[in-house]
């Protein structure tokens, strides 16, 4: 008799193990993940995050950032150039060896050497082609003036940058400071 209800009980788990996910449930975790990409001895990019969740599927596989993602992209000479901040990322590798960013939240953007900073709630970032866009509002600060509209395509390190439906922007322009009128001048009005 109790044999049989071994045999049973274990059937009814079985039963449940069939009905799990596998491609809803992480296959690698990483807490405080450091990734340093290098080429010829030189830095190229850091990247950090506090979880990395690895899924795979039948057909794909790709990273989650839920907790917080960092990018710090650095120029030929060594100098760090770009910074990359975001709530959370979506990684995904393609099977060509193409390499697709999402990153979501609140995403800010710096180009240290211009000064600039670009923010978004969704930047894609396609590391094969080194550039990133976005279809969603953004707005950028730089010494030169303040820039928003809806959807922007640029080059990885920043360098060219365009907005494509801008709105209520402004800049800022140097010029030479106006002559005094002291022909026309009034003065300051005396109180009696």
Known sequence: MAGLFVLFSCRSKLRQADRIDLSSVPVQQVRD?????TENGRLKMRMEGALMERYETDTSSYELFPEGFYVYLYDEQGDLQTTIFSDKAKHTK??????????TGHVVTKNLKNREVMES???????TNE???T?????????????QGYGMRSDQREHVSVIHRP???YAFTEGEQAPEDTANFIGPV???
């Open 33 to 37: 993940m450091f990734v340093v990409d």
């Open 94 to 103: 393609g099977k060509s060896g193409d390499e697709l960013w999402m990153v």
């Open 121 to 127: 709630d969704t930047i894609y970032w396609d590391r």
């Open 131 to 133: 550039v990133y866009w």
């Open 135 to 147: 279809d969603s509002y953004v707005r950028i600060y730089s010494p030169d003036g303040f820039i």
């Open 167 to 169: 709105f209520n922007s």
């Open 190 to 192: 005396l109180k009696k």
